[in-house]
């Protein structure tokens, strides 16, 4: 009979610790439902999804003196009027690197201003306009479009891999298949008086 009492007096005393461990569930689940909401630029699964968007990409304020003459020159598709020299990161201390230069961009002109259209302003459309790759991996696509012309440009990344065909960012044309890609290069200022370090110039239009 006592036994019973205690029973009957006890559950009474139990129902604030009842509603103690339900609310710390609660909080707890909550908790872990703002542990998974990301900020708009991660790529976590809780992360927004972009929107297919357009952005204006404007000339180049750089751009080299191209005529219409240069572009119907089969001899000049083979220069680079955007950077005719070895910049300084490439093969530092070698006798043949203008050479090794120009063959490693010697479509330079063609892809950028003849088929493509480096010199001129255009409008950009995808989820990632601005970016050559997805910056979470995997597939990314675009379109530069220039009046009723429209160019269009697929990649897909994974890792150190990365496929891209088509009309790049800034309306250049490019093709790349690189299984083993190394990751950017930093370059270390030469003076540490000067304002800016040194920065590797986009990669060529035609990778092969």
Known sequence: MSQVLTRKKFLPDCLPLRHLLLFALSALVAANGVAMECAPGCCCPAAPKPKWHSVVMPVRTNLP?????????????????DQPHAPDWYRPGSKLRDVAWHFRNFLANFTNYVIGVGDKESVRSGKYPTSISNPCGGWNYAVTRRHILYLPFIDYKRG???????????????????????PPRQHKKTNSNSSSAVARPPEPALTR
């Open 65 to 81: 003196d191209i005529h219409f003459y240069n572009k119907i020159n089969p001899i000049w598709w083979f220069g680079n009027a």
């Open 160 to 182: 150190r891999f990365e496929f891209y065909f088509g009309w790049r960012e800034r309306g250049n044309f490019g093709i790349k298949l690189n299984f083993r890609q190394a």
